[in-house]
């Protein structure tokens, strides 16, 4: 027994140590489509984000609408900040962390969220189908309901 739950997570660093996804990427756009053809851009349409997944099987996103203002000073706490700027500041920011899985036969990656700005995605999965445009990292997701598509361009930083 204490063999197996030694070497599942080796196997697990294994099979993603040569995963396509591996490395950090930087957000180029983020776009969400509605079923009439209207687009969003939650995030402008020059968003500012991050997102990694590295070889252990760990991943994180964060992204942002560069927009975002404030007129609390540096360093001080968020809970001294007026209502209208905690809601800017979180409307216009997305942050998580977790762990991830790759099944290469359907394109999809799911997030693992085990901790987030949002506390209802914590223990959660976010399931994303992913493919590549040269060395561009596409993700995409249709909402539950089917009323619209998101579709995120990242860019390779760091391999």
Known sequence: MAL???????????SLRHSPL???WKLRSCVRTLRSGQTQYHFG???VGRIE???AGRMFALLMRPD????????????NAPEDELRNAVTGFVAYFGTFDVDAATHTVIHH??????PSWAG???????????????LTRV???GTSSDRLVWDRELD
């Open 53 to 55: 997944y590295d070889k």
């Open 113 to 118: 969220v085990q901790a987030s700005l949002f």
């Open 68 to 79: 975002r203002r404030s007129s609390v000073s540096p360093g001080m706490e968020l809970d």
């Open 45 to 47: 349409r020059n968003p």
């Open 124 to 138: 959660t999965d976010l399931k994303r189908n992913f493919h590549f445009e040269g060395r561009s990292l596409v």
């Open 143 to 145: 909402s539950p309901d």
């Open 22 to 24: 591996i490395g950090c």
């Open 4 to 14: 197996l739950a030694i070497s599942a997570p080796a196997a697990f660093s294994e």
